[in-house]
């Protein structure tokens, strides 16, 4: 019944920004731990930005700077900001939520980032 759906990726120019957003169902959502993590072909899972329940945020070193993670716990959404994008942010995208001390983790389908040179 947990759900969790990413939207607003798509294809942008070097140098240009993109904004993804993540809305969880199923769960209460002041809970999670939520996160931003991507997949590149041929490269591992990374970790973008995360967010705590209460707003405290980290990022990945490739990111720092040019993207933020942000939440809105009345509408059970997060949302990465991101600037300056890089082609090789080229990667599928993935929201990620997490319980901490229940044990529970869970991941959205992903969605699709191309930056073009």
């Known amino acids: 019944q947990v759900q969790l759906v990413e939207s607003g990726g798509g294809l942008v120019q070097a140098g240009g920004s993109l904004r993804l957003a993540c809305t969880a169902k199923g769960i209460p959502f002041t809970i999670l731990h939520m996160g931003w993590y991507r997949q590149a072909p041929g490269k591992q899972r990374e970790l973008v930005a995360a967010?705590?329940?209460?707003?405290?945020?980290n990022y990945g070193d490739s990111v720092k700077g040019r993207f933020t993670i942000s939440r809105d716990n009345t509408k059970n959404t997060v949302d990465l900001q991101m600037n300056s994008l890089k082609p090789e942010d080229t990667a599928v995208y993935y929201c990620n939520g997490d319980t901490y001390y229940q044990s529970g983790n869970y991941w959205g389908q992903g969605t699709q980032v191309t930056v073009s040179s």
């Open positions: 967010i705590t329940p209460s707003g405290s945020t």
